[in-house]
């Protein structure tokens, strides 16, 4: 018995002792060999991990600049686990990182915590700051991120980067980021055993938009709005020929790099996600439309008594000003809203309607940006006699501004509708012929006469081809109209050759100030920079 007993001490001492060296053997010996294939699996995330693609913006050199890339960005965390007096921590930290104490106790406070962001991406004097504290439980590190070096600048365009719906990747949201998003990702790499298939890299993607034309566009929406008190406006500059997007810009904006901290509806483009009803802009592509239609000429005359009737509703001039007899392209010249409601019953409502169907309108462009929305044409489909009026000067239809300045191009375009595009290896795409040469050349010398006869967008030596917009704001509650307005400016140059064409528009400026008093002098003051820019010779010599 007693023999037993110890033969079975001795059986379990033996077990016991292999189980403790080969614990041993796992956590001391074996342990450096885990920590260095962990060290491997991670090193071997950065092979199957692929780096985004930049974004560039190209100018008229050809010369590229970056305004999307991946860069290293210093992020201040804590580990609330770690630290040892909370109200202390909050209070050191709280001027630094712009939460308030209560904030901080409270998120640092939680149990078993063992991550609390505090700020992303910190400044170089947050990092320095922190630094100095050399508080325990609080952190600084560098983490790739996403970086946009000019901020707000073409914010709409680009949109920016986020995590996905698995918080496992990073994917690109609104703008460019999401539109090739695909191209920018490139591919996840594998591990396969022991072997690694390393990831590939996404592509760079190169863009139409010139830095020098973006940055000048924003400087003046940005002084328009502040000027006259406006809510918000776009502007976009194109080039009629090819239909490529020069600069394209918003406002309100916000900052790709701090995305988080904006509202979800300031991420939309309003140049190509929003839609109002662009006014007596309108009036050129009525004009266009009798004119190729052969239904007047610029000479076709008409009496104004100040105001016309259809369905018991009653249409004014501007400032209710009455001009009796007038020309086509004395309606132009004046913006009279009676002679464009003239000028749509000479063509007829069919040939009407289908002429602004053909110029794109209520049609999407096509633009490789996300989400793009269409204007409408639906009031015309009532057939009522009131809604072509109005349609006429641009008042119960709707536009993108990008569809507007896209249709208007046509006129600078000798009669072609174009595919706008911001790719800069996309080709040129000719849609459809809208008009003859012909009629978009008498056109354009109507718009040239209007400018010259308004004197304040004319450039001396130029031909300036331009028409003001100034549309009322639907109130979508009651029906009808608010007094709020939407200015618009829309122009090319110079005329017999056109470079360049530019919208410029403005959402309800304060006191309901018509565009000719507002956006013209700015119009002008871009058009001037867009000339010398590029070095346009003078197409008016006999005018000096």
């Known amino acids: 018995m007693k023999w037993r007993i110890l033969t079975l001490i001795f059986v379990f001492s033996l077990c016991y002792a292999g189980l403790v060296c080969h614990l041993y053997k796992l956590q001391i010996k074996d342990g450096l060999i885990f920590s260095i294939q962990a060290a491997d699996q991670n090193k071997n995330a950065e092979f199957i991990k692929p780096n985004r693609g930049n974004i560039y913006f190209i100018d008229k050199d050809n010369k590229s600049i970056a305004v999307a890339l991946n860069k290293d960005l210093p992020l201040i965390y804590a580990e609330p686990k770690e630290i040892e007096n909370v109200n202390e921590t909050a209070q050191k930290i709280s001027s630094i990182v712009g939460k308030s104490e209560e904030y901080l106790k409270k998120s640092l406070s939680k149990p078993n915590d063992l991550y609390e962001l505090l700020v992303y991406p910190a400044s170089d004097e947050q990092v320095e700051q922190i630094k100095n504290l050399k508080l325990k439980g609080v952190y600084i590190k560098n983490q790739l991120s996403r970086f946009y070096p000019f901020e707000e600048t073409a914010a709409h365009l680009l949109g920016f980067v986020g995590q996905n719906q698995n918080n496992e990747n990073i994917e690109g949201r609104y703008g460019a980021e999401a539109y090739f998003n695909k191209f920018l990702t490139g591919k996840t790499g594998e591990i396969k055993g022991d072997f690694i298939i390393k990831a590939v890299d996404g592509s760079d993607i190169f863009l139409t938009i010139d830095p020098s034309i973006q940055s000048q566009a924003e400087q003046i929406l940005s002084s328009l709005i502040k000027q006259y008190g406006a809510t918000g406006g776009t502007v976009i ?308």
């Open 237 to 544: 500059v194109e080039e009629p020929k090819t239909g490529k997007i020069l600069a394209m810009t918003n406002s309100p904006t916000f900052n790709p790099n701090k995305y988080w901290e904006f509202n979800l509806s300031s991420f939309l483009n309003p140049a190509v996600q929003a839609v109002y009803e662009p006014g007596s802009v309108f009036k050129i592509l009525t004009m266009a439309a009798g004119i190729d239609s052969g239904k007047i000429t610029p000479q076709t005359t008409y009496i104004d008594t100040g105001s016309v009737t259809f369905n018991g509703k009653t249409i004014q001039n501007f400032e209710f000003k009455v001009y009796g007899k007038q020309t086509m392209a004395n309606v132009i010249e004046h913006s009279i809203n009676t002679g464009a409601v003239f000028a749509e019953r000479q063509i007829g409502d069919d040939i009407f309607y289908n002429y602004l169907k053909k110029f794109g309108v209520a049609e999407l462009t096509g633009i490789t940006l996300p989400a793009e929305v269409k204007g409408s044409l639906n009031n015309l489909i009532k057939g009522r006699d009131i809604n072509y009026a109005t349609a006429s000067f641009g008042q119960g239809v709707s536009v993108t501004p990008l569809e507007l300045i896209n249709a208007i191009s046509v006129i600078a375009n000798g009669g072609e509708l174009m595919k706008p595009y911001i790719l800069a290896d996309e080709q040129p795409q000719v849609i459809r012929r809208v008009i003859s040469e012909n009629t978009a050349k008498t056109v354009t010398e109507m718009m040239v006469s209007a400018v010259k006869v308004n004197i304040i967008a004319d450039i001396p030596n130029y031909s300036v081809a331009a028409k003001t917009g100034t549309a009322y704001v639907p109130n979508f509650k009651t029906g009808g109209y608010t007094d709020d307005v939407i200015n618009s400016y829309i122009g090319f140059a110079p005329a017999s050759d056109p470079k360049f064409i530019v919208l410029i528009k403005m959402d309800k400026p304060a006191g309901a100030i018509s565009a000719g008093r507002s956006i013209v002098p700015a119009f002008k003051e871009f058009t001037k920079f867009l000339l010398n820019y590029y070095q346009v010779p003078p197409d008016e010599l006999n005018n000096q």
